[in-house]
C-alpha cells in the first residue's frame, strides 16, 4: 500500500500522497493482480500488508479489501496476518477491522520519542500519540512489533536512553531497530550534503548498537537478526521466510517476488502498474538477477542462528566452503564461526559485516 499521509525525510520506498481517486484505482487493480494470483493463494501461511502506511486507507477502503482477500484466501491455514500502521492511525475503529479480518499482529512505526527527533525526521505523530496508540493495542490483545531508528542526526545518548526506557514501558513482542541508513534522493541526504546537518559517526552508531543491545536482552529480548528482537516465541515468521529464502508472492506497486528461483519485481510507478493490470499484461514481467546460492548466504547470515552448513550442502549440492573460500579467512579473523552445524557471525562481526559481504559478493 504505496500511500502516506505525509514523506518522511530520510525514506526512499515506494510512497505518494495521493487522492481517494487514485487509492481505490489501486485497490481494484490489487484486488485483480490477486485473482491472477488465485492458484497460489492456497499455499500461503503468512500475509504482510505494508507499506507505505497501509493504515492510511479509509476503514471503509480497508474493510472492502480484506473482504475481497478473504474470499480468494482460506484464513484458517494463515499463521500470521500482519498490518503496518503509524501510530496516528491505530483506534478503537481500525482494530475492529483487522479483527474482524483475522488480522493478528500490527507493526507500529514509532522512531523515536524525542520531539525534535520526530520533527526532524518528518513524522506527524508526537510521543503522546504513540502513548495512546499503545493502550489502544494493548486493549486489542494483537500482537505488535514497534519500529525504532537509531543513529539518527542530532540524536543524543540520553535520546536512545529515553526511547529504550519507553520499550521497557511499552513492552512490545518485537521490536525492530534499525540504524538509519542515509539513502540517495532523500531529503536528509541533501541536507547532509549540503553540510546543514551533520552525518552520524559511524563510531557513535556502533556505541549505540551495543547499548541497544545490551538493554534489550537485559529486559528480556532476544535477538534474532542483525536488527529484529522478540519476546521468546514471537519471532516474525512472515520475515523468516525472507531470511530463510523461502518462496514469497508479493502484490502490488514495486512488490517483488520470489519461487522456483526466480525474483520478479512489479513496476515502481502507479501509471505503468494500473495499466498493465488493465490491459491483463503485468505477469511479473521484471526478472532480477538472482543467485540462491549467494542470496541463501547474505540473508541466512542476518541471522543471529546463521545458515546451517549440512542442509546448506543438501540443497546446492556444494559446499559453501568450496563456492566461497574467503569465508575461511574471516572465521580465522574471529568475524565469522562455526557452532555445532551452524555458521554465523561473532558480536565483532556483525559489525563489521558489511565489509564481509562485498568481500563475499
Ligand atoms: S511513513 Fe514510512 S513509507 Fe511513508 S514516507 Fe514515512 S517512512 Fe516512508
Redesign the pocket.
Known sequence: M???????T??????MVTSDHTKKEYMKALIKELEYYSDLLSHIETIYIG???PS?LDDDLLDAFLEELKLMVDMKQIKEFTI?A?PNDVTDNWIKTLKKHHITRVSM?V?SMSENILKF???THTAQIVEDAIKTLKKSKLNFNLDFLYAIPGQTKEDLEKDLNYIKKFDPHHISYYSLILEDKTVLNYLINKHKVDDFSEDLARDFGEIIDDKLNGIGYKKYEFSNYCKPGFESKHNLIYWNLEEYLGVGLNASSQFNYVRMINPRKISVYLNDINDKSLTMHHLEDFNPQLETLLVGLRKTEGIDLEQYKKKFKIDVFKLYPQLKKYIDLDLLKIEGSRLMFTNEGVYLSNQVFVDII
Open positions: 504505496p500511500f502516506c499521509d505525509q514523506i518522511c530520510y525514506c526512499d520506498f515506494c510512497k507499506g507505505g502506511t492510511s503496518e503509524n512505526g522512531q525526521l518528518g513524522r
